[in-house]
């Protein structure tokens, strides 16, 4: 069973920043995809940003222009750098990931940002507090 475990949650002003970390038990291959998701109280859960089986990447429009994802394969690890932070972007904040050569159809992991439960692996979750 593949495991997930994010790490560099915290609180912090407005217009600061955070880097979220998420390193996974298994190498993150061409038959895999991994993002980023987050869930505020009383809201659903909706998706931040996805690393697609092809190296492409994809972000919520609410987070464009200020958070970026990239991947340390060596460290089967996804970053979020999360820049000029705002209090909406309160929530908790998970990481899941795919694990299956059905990423490989077009569109799959792009479709996961508005549809999570694509991602059948889940981390635990870190809180990101933003203090107005």
């Known amino acids: 069973q593949v495991a997930l475990e994010e790490s560099g949650g915290g609180s912090v002003q407005a217009g600061g920043s955070l880097r979220l970390s998420c390193t996974a038990s298994?190498?993150?291959?061409?038959?895999?995809?991994i993002g980023w998701f987050r869930q505020a109280p009383g809201k659903e859960r909706e998706g931040v940003a996805i690393w697609d089986s092809d190296g492409t990447t994809i972000y919520a429009d609410s987070v464009k222009g200020r958070f970026s994802i990239s991947l340390d394969n060596v460290k089967n690890t996804l970053y979020l750098q999360m820049n000029s932070l705002k209090p909406g972007d309160t929530a908790m904040y998970f990481c899941?990931?795919?694990?299956?050569?059905?990423?490989?159809?077009?569109?799959?992991?792009?479709?996961?940002?508005?549809?999570?439960?694509?991602?059948?692996?889940w981390g635990q979750g870190t809180q990101v507090t933003v203090a107005a």
């Open positions: 298994k190498y993150i291959s061409s038959d895999s995809c």
């Open positions: 899941a990931a795919v694990f299956s050569p059905i990423v490989r159809k077009p569109g799959y992991c792009r479709g996961g940002l508005a549809q999570s439960d694509r991602f059948r692996i």
